[in-house]
């Protein structure tokens, strides 16, 4: 399968590929559409095309279906506004379900997204004969208990952000680091830290940031760790955690296990690592949102009012 989406639907795109591949049995490239439009072609083996866009207003990925329409494979829309432009180019579009996202700024759409993919994965694992109904019903279940601890999730976020608050809202920069599903859970920290906080944030995966990144670490920048107990790279994401606490001071780790320490913020969830992403985004969120708030960010007042008509990455309707 091919996906085109860019942005926060990228990042959602990512946070689900490794659960789509491994319950449904299939391959997952993501590209970005601007560059698909430039410079991509679509790989024979692709079966379908899926176009995520939130919104339904992002040109690049507009542009990204139209071209893809030009291969003889199936094009879907994935959006949250069925009668947004770019449903108009399909024969069929999937609502995410979460309607129209009144923050401005990705949010309930991510985890919509994240979502949404998951359970797409779970029908066509199922359609495709790859699991039982009996599997597929017990996966949907679980994804229900992790929404039903999203509320949870905020509650500790809030406290966890209250303990550590001079820290959080005076970081000057920040590099949330995680692996497997959660590199998709960091570019989405990324992305929405860089958006709302308006502080220089870089979502890495753990290794990637051994190669380069590490050497700009400073004792006063802020590195948030992202993991899942038991999870293959555990252990060695501790190990990166424990050697970059003796250069920073403010290291901090969301898990999806239980902590006495003050700066884990233990969510106290039993998870599916590859499903993960669906808690671990929550916290970012929630932090965005109070940093936002300790800093006096006004969320309202646009950063750069003439961006999108200068620049034409959204189409008007
Ligand atoms: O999912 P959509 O609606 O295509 O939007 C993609 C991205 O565009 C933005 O709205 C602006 O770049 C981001 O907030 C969002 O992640």
């Not at 998951?118 to 199922?126: E, F, K, N, T």
Request: aromatic share 8%; glycine share 6%; net charge negative.
């Amino acid at each position: 399968m091919l996906f085109l989406a860019t942005g926060s639907s990228f990042n959602s795109v990512l946070s689900a590929k490794l659960y789509i591949e491994e319950i449904a049995n299939v391959h997952i490239d993501i590209e970005e559409p601007y560059n698909f439009n430039e410079y991509g072609k679509v790989p024979n083996d692709v079966d379908m095309i899926v176009a995520v866009s939130q919104r339904g207003t992002s040109t690049s990925t507009i542009n990204a279906v139209k071209k893809a329409k030009y291969s003889d494979k199936p094009v879907i829309v994935l959006t949250s506004i069925m009668d947004s432009p770019i449903t108009k180019l399909v024969d069929n579009s999937l609502d995410m379900g979460c309607g129209i996202e009144t923050v401005g700024y990705s949010t309930k759409g991510v985890s919509a997204t994240i979502l949404s993919l998951m359970i797409m994965g779970i029908d066509l694992a199922v359609e495709s004969g790859h699991v039982s109904r009996d599997i597929a019903n017990r996966e949907m279940e679980k994804l229900e208990e992790i929404v039903n601890k999203i509320p949870d999730i905020i509650l500790k976020t809030k406290a966890f952000y209250q303990n550590h608050k001079m820290q959080f809202d005076g970081a000057s920069r920040i590099s949330p680091l995680g692996y497997g599903p959660n590199v998709g859970t960091v570019r989405e920290a990324e992305t929405k830290f860089t958006e709302t906080v308006r502080v220089p944030t870089q979502g890495l995966e753990i290794e990637a940031y051994m190669h380069g990144p590490i050497f700009e670490l400073h004792k006063n920048y802020m590195v948030i760790f992202t993991e899942i107990e038991n999870s293959g790279p555990y252990d060695r994401s501790r190990k990166l955690n424990d050697f970059v606490s003796q250069h920073c001071h403010n290291v901090y780790t969301i898990t999806n296990g239980s902590s006495n320490n003050e700066d884990i913020l233990g969510l106290h969830i039993d998870v599916d690592e590859l499903m993960s992403p669906l808690a671990l985004v929550v916290p970012y969120q929630v932090l965005s949102y109070l940093i936002c708030e300790g800093n006096g960010v006004d969320l309202s007042i646009p950063v750069y009012s003439d961006f999108k008509e200068v620049m034409g990455s959204k189409v008007t309707w």
